[in-house]
């Protein structure tokens, strides 16, 4: 992990032993382009004291995380808001902003380690319906019991979840942090050297 502003440090495939797939680095997600120019994935070192210990949980089950987001920029949750301003799925960057701009939420699934295939969660990450939320029983059994899986590892190692996406969770008290403006990462932003 990189030392970063604003206790930021980046993940790594290697260092962490995690894989890495951000989907707002490309065009598979729900505004189909790329929102980051950058492919970097940095997150608060307080989530990533807790995240090392869900790490150590899933590792002794033979599962690895897959990341799809943790620190977001403010000027892409703008851009995600202006496409989709749904408050049940997208904190709203007028008001409040998004833990994720402050570092303190992370997007993650669990897959296997050996064959790196993702555990079926129901649905796809940023599907924004009803089926996405923890509770919704319009999945299957095997995907409600792994949703259950990685809602066990990722609260005993000490993280607030959110209820209606299974992949989000984040610090307790994740908005009393500052928001964090990405030019302030230097060479590293995700923005392509755009001001936040």
């Known amino acids: ?62 599962l690895i995380f897959i990341v799809f987001d943790a ?19 997208l904190a709203n960057p007028y008001l409040n902003g998004s833990a994720h701009s402050r570092g303190t939420a992370i997007d993650l699934n669990l897959i296997d380690a050996i ?22 029983l319009d999945i299957s059994n095997q995907a409600q019991k792994n949703r259950l899986l990685l809602l066990g590892i990722m609260t005993a190692a000490g993280f607030d979840w959110y209820s209606h996406e299974w992949w989000h969770y984040q610090l307790f008290g994740a908005k009393n942090y500052p928001l964090i ?3 302030l990462l230097g060479q590293s932003n995700l923005m392509g050297g755009q001001k936040s």
């Not at 790329?34 to 089950?61: G, P, R, S, T, W």
């Not at 949750?77 to 749904?86: A, E, G, R, S």
């Not at 064959?115 to 919704?136: C, V, Y």
């Open 1 to 62: 992990m990189k030392e970063s502003h604003h206790n930021l440090l980046e993940l790594t495939q290697e260092k962490d032993n995690i894989v890495i797939d951000l989907y707002y680095a490309d065009t598979r997600n729900f505004t189909n382009k790329a929102v980051y120019k950058n492919k970097h994935c940095f997150a608060h070192q307080d989530l990533l004291e807790k995240f090392n210990i869900a790490k150590l949980q899933a590792q002794a089950l033979g």
């Open 71 to 89: 620190y977001r920029p403010p000027a892409a949750q703008f851009i995600l808001w202006d496409h989709t301003p749904d408050p049940n799925f």
């Open 115 to 136: 064959t790196k295939e993702p555990l079926d969660m129901g649905t796809k990450f940023d599907e924004f319906t009803e089926k996405s939320w923890h509770g919704n």
């Open 181 to 183: 403006e990405d030019h």
